[in-house]
């Protein structure tokens, strides 16, 4: 659930972001876009819709072997669109102008030497099904109206995301991929790659990830939906076209207040504690008033106000809800060591100490699970104080680990 963008802001204090012309980048990048399901070839959603027509929004880094064996497919987290990695050079012409001013959500891990090299590997983003970039989702036209689908959106899965990565590759004529790597939803997505085509991938990165979501997580998505939900602009979710008085309001004071909460599940006491503490914002005084006055209310302030401005709601309905239907369990019918027995790749799983949102222990029964079906599986337990958010900022551990992993796949 992590916001890549935000937390990258935040953490540009003690990392610069490579420039396009840098060696260790991927330079300047487009987003590319494929048709891989239509009317005479629907795509099959877990929960029994069939969907057409479904593009998929994606962006590729570095070069495919002539053997086609190098792909590296990159999960994204909740927030996370296909522009992974170095700068947009179509930002404009997606509406996306935040795309501008700072490099791809996990820039810091993809690129020439980087944790996955793309002077190795050729990497592939692409946005997630029931998103609001570029892939088909409810803000497009459902084409049996004309009108944005709103809510009449089919609900998605973490396995119809996968489904969707794998059409993807089918189009682009890769069979059979190096790895699969995500961090917090994007670790769960890699954990159902390994479980739902365990012959096509040689391995699984998973960072800041459990097999389920807790139900402290669940609690927190709830929360956040009634935030949006609630919302008298929400209007069903069908806020895309003028109201009554002519006006499009989007429920934007119920999505700032939905990232509130989930930005907060990110970070740590430890990391709040150095962020903001308990220090006044402009002041000296308590004003004894309702006005922010602490900067942390300012801080929240910023990052929610920035997510509503690029970010759909009904999106964020769909893949928290997402989040909470996804069980890595179900393919062992409840018993995740006999799920794990499917898988046939090796794994690495690594969690952040201080991550309350996918903490430790949840991290590290889904390798211990691997390890009682008797998989290859590497866990490394990080001591950050980053919390959730640390799969992030943690570049020099995160590369350590990767870098080991895929060498020796």
Known sequence: MSDPIEARVGAKARRQYDPPDSPSSVGWTRAERVRIADAGSPLRLDCGRLLAPVDVEYEAYGTLSPERDNVIVVAPALSGGSHAAGWSADADELGRPWEKTRPGWWDDCIGPGKAFDTTRYCVISASLLGGCYGTAGPSDPDPSTGKPYGLRFPMVTVGDW?????????????????????GSLGGQQAIEWGLRFPGRVRGTVVLAASASLQPMGLALNVVAREAITNDPDFRGGDFYEPGPDGIIRRPDGGLRAARMLGHISYLSAESLAVKCGRRLQDRDEIGWSFE??????????????????????????????AMDYYDAAVWGDGDLVRAAERVECGSLVVSFRSDWLYPP????????????????????????????DAFLLEVDAVTEAVREFLGGL
Request: charged residues 25%; contains cysteine.
């Open 292 to 321: 922010p006055e602490f900067q942390v209310e300012g801080y929240l302030s910023h990052v929610s106000r920035s997510f509503a401005e690029r970010f759909d709601a009904n999106t964020y309905l769909y893949i928290t809800r």
């Open 162 to 182: 996968v489904e969707t990565q794998a059409r993807l590759l089918d189009k682009l004529g890769v069979e059979r991929i190096a790895a699969v790597a995500g």
């Open 361 to 388: 222990e949840d991290c590290k029964r889904w390798a211990d699970a691997l390890s009682a079906a008797g998989k290859r599986v590497t866990y490394i337990e990080v001591p950050s104080t980053y919390g959730h």
